[in-house]
């Protein structure tokens, strides 16, 4: 006992050492060395009795002040997203003398106004080039609420109306009478606005970039302010100019930063599959390229060219960039082309080559210091467990006298491929169904993607469950004794025969006491540092009140799900030989991670081999393009995710002798990932 408390006091220490100083280095960087003051807060939007708050972070540089006004870039993150995915640009941006602020838009971070209120449609309508020809397409929408408004990026507010109709020469007529659209800059819009009253920012001189969704509210901002200097896009949709009045709205010196591994079938103008020269060929692109008229066509345009005028506002340029969608936030090759970008258009000369960046080393330390945070819950619990009331939660099987009922080696790869097979099949279709179409209470699931996972997660369970009844009742019909809740680890051996409810509580409270000492660790770093633990995204913030009871409301289902497919089934049905050592725990971490994300990890050869091949995104040939985009870019945070959860899952359940610890513990940690800051509608 004395030897394992010191070898966990021991252990804690140097995950917290690490992650103080990895956090104290990450906001050195982030300041520049005392170079940026960086700020944290928010400020009112007072529309009447609409009024709201919009939260953000500015970097300031040091030498900005009223008497040295300095150019300013408006940051707008992308779905699912927070300020912070902006950070990249930003820190760049201050590095070079640019006030960068950054903001949290509707329904993400700490905004308090829902998506919803960016408003929806019944109809898509979407410009897109065939042949040559400008087209215009109006397609009609189906689901609840939150799918019309995620099916309506595309549509926005500036088009001056929200109810569309398509004549016979193919323009868009509009019926402002009816609801629709209300802020397709998600808040964008008024953050321009203030940021024109800071008395150290040129408020003649400021630049707009987005991200993905936020390329369509960098969109809606420079329609409504004019006086906009240029416009960056990552990742972001072109435009015809039979989609709004190009001879009232302009948009300045435009750079596009096109992914060559875009998921999203908009971004690659609709009917493209891949991203190759041909697209700079289409009538639409010509259009983006002639400032919709305002020059003279070329014969041929190319990637990483400039054309027009930065003096007239008509420069735009493609930049290709080759990376994939997600990833484009944070590429040094998207970023260097930004801050050129932002050198010519707003007039600053820092002397600080483009391609000399520091934003990835904050990202990496914060990386370092979270999963230094996550590892620290191991040794954490053992400690709690030397409170009284907690001690029964570690079982010593090996002191039971009885020995564990293990799976044959046949049987084992039999499950574990149908397990795999399983969530290769049902991921793209139960995420996305989830995501956008399922009828669930909006007002009570109002994380959009976290519905996606919760119904890809309960069905997984209901499946497990229903294969474990199936088996159970066949092994009964054969006289084959069955395992009891010992041997699927939810019962101490003294109550075998039942559910040990004394047990799941207990190891319900000295899970929630060991997140809670994580919580309060990044309440902390958000106050000291002004970071959260994350990389590149939303991972682990403090929460608002709104969101802590979506914590509570997704915690519930995803409990089961890892209870069911992440406890019983791989630590019970699917029981692995267990001996001392390193060795051997890896070796069953690693087929537990096969049962688990052999799926995702078909569905990620599935997606990407053709990608990469120059046929389109794998999702998009087989299912069609409503089971492309999100879900499948989504599964490079997804599949790392449970690569840890299932490491904790089966240190817990060693050291535990229960499956209850490591699934309280990983659906904690999965709730928290999805409310924390992703979008709520």
């Known amino acids: 006992m004395i030897t394992r408390n010191r070898k966990a006091v021991l252990t804690l220490a140097i995950c917290l050492i ?11 960087i982030q300041t520049g060395f005392g170079d940026i003051d960086v700020v944290t807060a928010s400020f009112e939007v007072d529309n009447g009795a609409d009024s709201y708050d919009i939260t953000y972070k500015l970097y300031i540089p040091r030498e900005a002040s009223e008497a040295n006004p300095l150019p300013a870039l408006l940051c707008l993150h992308g779905y699912q997203n927070d300020y912070e995915t902006s950070a990249a640009y930003a820190i760049e941006a201050a590095r070079r003398g640019i006030v960068a602020v950054c903001i949290d838009e509707f329904g993400h971070g700490y905004n308090g106004k829902s998506m919803k209120n960016r408003g929806w449609t019944t109809y898509k309508v979407q410009g897109v080039s065939d042949d040559g020809t400008e087209t215009t397409v109006k397609t009609k929408l189906k689901g609840p609420d939150r799918f019309l408004t995620m099916m309506n990026f595309s549509t926005l507010s500036f088009f001056e109306g929200s109810a569309y109709s398509v004549n016979e020469e193919k323009t868009v007529s509009f019926d402002a009478d009816k609801d629709g659209v209300a802020d397709s800059s998600m808040g964008g819009i008024a953050a321009y606005k203030w940021l024109k009253t800071l008395p150290y920012v040129q408020s003649d001189n400021i630049a707009i970039t987005g991200h993905s969704m936020g390329t369509w509210a960098s969109w809606s901002v420079a329609a409504a302010c004019p006086d906009h200097k240029a416009i960056i896009l990552q990742c972001g949709e072109v435009f015809g100019d039979n989609m709004f009045d190009s001879s009232s709205i302009e948009f300045h010196n435009v750079l596009m930063l096109q992914a060559r591994y875009d998921e999203f079938n908009y971004f690659r103008d609709y009917r493209q599959e891949t991203v190759n020269d041909d697209m700079l060929g289409s009538g639409i692109r010509e259009q983006f390229f002639t400032a919709y008229g305002r020059t003279a066509p070329q014969a041929s345009y190319t990637w990483n060219t400039t054309y027009g005028s930065f003096a007239d506002g008509t420069a735009r340029r493609v930049e290709l960039i080759e990376t994939n969608h997600r990833l484009t936030t944070h590429n040094s090759h998207a970023v260097a082309a930004a801050m050129d970008w932002l050198e010519s258009t707003l007039g600053v000369q820092s002397g600080l080559p483009s391609d000399k960046q520091v934003f990835m080393i904050k990202e990496l330390l914060v990386m370092i210091a979270m999963l230094a945070v996550m590892v ?12 009284g009331f ?9 002191a039971t006298g009885r020995a564990p009922k293990l ?22 279709f139960m995420t996305q169904l989830g995501h956008g179409l399922l009828p669930v209470p909006e007002n009570v699931f109002r994380m959009t993607v976290g519905n996606g996972f919760m119904t890809w997660y309960l069905t997984l369970a209901i499946i497990s469950i229903i294969m474990v009844i199936v088996s159970r009742a066949s092994n009964k019909k054969k006289g084959i004794d069955n395992l009891d809740y010992y041997d699927m680890g939810l019962s101490r051996p003294d109550k075998s025969r039942r559910l040990d409810w004394a047990l799941l509580i207990k190891s319900f409270i000295a899970s929630a006491l060991t997140i809670a000492c994580m919580y309060g660790l990044v309440c902390l770093f958000k106050l000291v540092f002004k970071l959260d633990l994350r990389f590149i995204w939303p991972f682990f913030k403090t929460f608002t009140k709104e969101r802590f009871i979506q914590f509570l409301v997704y915690l519930l289902p995803f409990m089961l799900f890892f209870i069911v497919n992440v406890g019983f089934k791989l630590f019970g049905n699917m029981r692995q030989i267990q001996k001392d050592g390193a060795g051997n725990f890896i070796k069953c971490w690693f087929g537990n991670v096969f049962v688990l994300l052999g799926g995702l990890l078909i569905v990620t050869l599935l997606e990407y081999i053709p990608f990469f091949m120059g046929y389109g995104p794998g999702a998009d040939l087989c299912f069609g393009t409503t089971f492309g985009g999100p879900f499948m870019s989504a599964l490079i945070l997804l599949i790392p995710q449970f690569v840890f959860f299932t490491y904790l899952s089966t240190w817990f359940e060693r050291k535990c002798g229960n499956v209850y610890v490591g699934a309280f513990i990983s659906a904690m940690l999965a709730s928290w990932i999805v409310t924390g800051g992703s979008a709520m509608f």
């Open 407 to 428: 799976m044959s080696r046949g049987q084992w790869w039999k499950n574990a491929w149908i397990a795999v097979l399983i969530g290769a099949v049902t991921y793209p």
């Open 390 to 398: 907690f001690r029964a939660l570690i079982i010593d099987r090996s």
């Open 376 to 387: 620290a819950l191991c040794p954490l619990f053992i400690l709690i467990t030397n409170i």
């Open 18 to 28: 690490i992650a103080v100083a990895s956090m104290f280095t990450a906001n050195l």
